[in-house]
Structure formats: C-alpha cells, structure tokens
C-alpha cells in the first residue's frame, strides 16, 4: 500500500514551452501533497504544499505564477512548469501523506520526473 | 524551526562491515525523525522512522538507528554492509505537532559506496 506515481518519468522540452507533471497516489486518498525540487548530487528543496481543494502554500523563493500547482481531488496533483527555461532543469519529486499516517507526519513519495530544458 | 546535519557527504565501506552515517538535528520541539535511501534517478524510499517511542528504531533491509536526545543525533547503521546499499541516504526532521504543516526538512545526504 501506500503507492504514489509521477508521469512522466522524464521529459525534455524546449525553452518557452509549459510541462506538465502529475502526482497520483494509487491505493489512498492524499489529503496533502508537496513538491520538491532536487538539483544533481543535492538534497531536496521543498517547492510547495498543497492540499486538496485550495491554493497550494509556496515556499520562499518559489514562484508560484510559474509553479502552477492543482490539487483537484484527493489522488491527484499537478505542477505546471510554465514558460521553462534551461535553468528549470531538475528531477521534480512528489509526496503524498495519507490520512492514515496519523500524526506520525510520513511522506509515501513518488518515483521522480527528471524535466530537461532544452 | 527544525534542521538536519549530516556529517560526511560521501562515506565508503567494504561489503560485511559496519555502515555508520551520522545525523544531528535541531528542533525547538520534539522531532519525528526519519531515514530515507534514494538509488539514482528514483524517489525516496523509507528505511525508518522515530515517532517518539522506543529511542532504538529498526527499519528495513537490516539498518538500525538510535535516537539520542542528549546528543541530538539519530545516526543510522547497518551491521553488515551489502553492494546493494550503495544508493544516497537522506535524514529527514518533522514537529512533532499536532494539525502542524507536517513538512520535512531533508539533511544534505551521504552517498554510501560499498567496496567489494
């Protein structure tokens, strides 16, 4: 249990051009969901949260009017990065926390989706 | 506000021995307290996870990790290191608040490598 999928696993788009990630979790509902952000051989920077059926929360830094972040139902988020450019470049995470988890707080995360900018 | 050392951004071990990466946290209240491995160009898996219960975790695949309050560590370890461990490791803080924003902040991470 506990499964999130990202699609797509990989994408490369030209410059100027908007990209579309999505974040299921497969077998729960996903009260909250947040997005990372993880340049090579670094950690993950947490971009936004979101939760399902209102505005998604930025994190300093983040801009939001090119972040665009739709969490419609309670197994479904999206992340919009409009307008990319090259310095978009990253491996884009996503995590899921299940109504189940309790106050334990634990993110069931997905596989990643490496955007290249060309 | 809550943060996460990890001391030693690249530890190297021979298969069969002791694996030890260390981590440090600072919270201001008490921490849930997480381990995660990445393999390359995949997302985070969790290995284990302290919710305030018994200090001595035991996760998945063999590793371990003692959380010690006096020390502000929670240093992950594996008796017996396998060529498969060989992947990034992330250690990860959260409040232990209750209706809190339940954000995870993420160590800088230590690529294991594993030497036959």
């Known amino acids: 249990g506990a499964v999130v999928s990202q699609h797509p696993s990989w994408v490369i788009c030209k410059s100027g051009t908007s990209v579309k990630i999505e974040c299921r979790s497969l077998?729960?509902?996903?009260?909250?969901m947040f997005w990372y952000r993880q340049f090579p051989k670094q950690s993950l920077m947490l971009m936004a949260t979101?939760?399902?059926?209102?505005?998604?929360?930025?994190e300093q830094g983040v801009e939001k009017d090119k972040f665009l972040i739709n969490h419609a139902s309670l197994t479904l988020s999206t992340l919009t990065v409009t307008s990319a450019h090259p310095e978009d470049s990253s491996f884009y995470i996503c995590?899921?926390?299940?109504?189940?988890?309790?106050?334990?707080?634990?993110?069931?995360f997905g596989p990643g989706t490496r955007l290249t900018v060309l | 506000a809550q943060s996460v050392t990890q001391l030693g951004s690249h530890v190297s071990v021979s298969e069969g021995a002791l694996v030890l990466l260390r981590c440090n946290y600072s919270?201001?209240?008490?921490?849930?307290l997480f381990w995660y491995v990445q393999y390359p160009n995949q997302g985070l898996q969790l290995l284990l996870k302290y919710t305030s219960a018994a200090t001595l975790v035991k996760g998945i695949n063999g590793f371990e990790a003692e959380f010690k309050k006096s020390e502000t560590s929670f240093h992950l370890t594996k008796p017996s290191a396998h060529m498969s461990d060989a992947a990034e490791y992330f250690c990860?803080?959260?409040?232990?608040?209750?209706?809190?924003?339940?954000?995870?902040?993420f160590g800088s991470g230590t690529q294991l490598t594993v030497l036959p």
């Open positions: 995590s899921a926390m299940s109504r189940r988890s309790g106050t334990y707080n634990e993110q069931f």
């Open positions: 077998d729960f509902q996903a009260t909250t």
């Open positions: 919270s201001s209240v008490p921490p849930y």
């Open positions: 990860a803080v959260s409040l232990a608040l209750p209706g809190s924003a339940r954000q995870l902040t």
């Open positions: 979101s939760n399902e059926g209102s505005k998604a929360t930025y």
